[in-house]
């Protein structure tokens, strides 16, 4: 009996399954190590122009009327979206397509590779993992201020955060309408304030951090690396049988509008300032700005 157990000791050692983790964590390092040098420096770029002073000193922190930001998600077009996604979930959630989905690929296709990918990717959808990472930005904004990285960490700290500030009451609300319950009740239908699991919180949050991300970054193939990433935690959650795939899509939506809104809403801001011409003519220039 001790020699199975030594015997079954190796195979786990031997595990094939190990080296797809740290494939997928090095990975996820790489992603990363992309952010800071293509996201930061190039990507943000013409955003850290607009809010570095002519004497170089970089005005972290500036901050950003949310006004403009709800106007940019509450706008007609976006709610259209919103809603469009919501009825289609909605098909999906009150019909057994949900259920079918979920009993399929519990069945054919969960795997310990599966699981060891979904350890890996939940945790950035977790409030606490979130909240650590989000006072690590901001502690290295403030550390590298007036540089240009240090400006970039401050400008993704302050999109993120209008970002959830500006999603985050629709995703409370959509949760308790939806009203429906985890995989484990077999019923993936909405039961209006029933239940708080018909949006995926942790998709959404998820969602914030990879797509604000994605956002600042002008190189395409990079931008598409994180937007891919930014559906992994959605995906994880799905695995572990913890979400519908609706409750899934549905979180991750909620947070990809949200971040649209919040860089679009850049382009509602224009500076009026008084201007001496050359000639002693008084006047007024009107230009965009990035807030």
Known sequence: MLRAKRETKGMKKSNPFIYS???IKLFLKLCVVSFILVAIPCGANSTIQSETSSDNTCNIFIPHSLKNDYI???????LVKLASGFALMAVMANTSMDQSITDWYQKHI???????????FKPFGSKDKVSITYLGINAGALLLR????????AIYSERFLEALVVGLPPLLVTQRLTGSSRPSSHCSHWHPFR???????????????????????????VKNIFYGVSTFTGL???????????????GWWLGYLSVKAVFSSKALSFTISPTVYQNGAIGVTISKALN
Do not use: K, W
């Not at 969960?110 to 890996?120: I, Y």
């Not at 699991?197 to 002008?218: D, N, P, R, Y």
């Not at 994880?236 to 549905?250: A, E, K, T």
């Open 146 to 153: 007036c540089t240009t990285l240090g400006c970039g960490l």
């Open 72 to 78: 940019a998600f509450y706008r007609t077009s976006n």
């Open 195 to 221: 239940q708080d699991h018909g949006v995926s919180g942790h998709t959404f949050l998820s969602a914030l951090l990879f797509l604000t991300a994605a956002e600042m970054i002008s190189q395409p193939t």
């Open 110 to 120: 969960r795997s310990s590779a599966t699981n060891g990918f979904s350890r890996v």
């Open 236 to 250: 994880s959650r799905f695995n572990d049988n913890s979400h519908y795939l609706s409750q899934v899509i549905l």
């Open 21 to 23: 983790t740290l494939i």
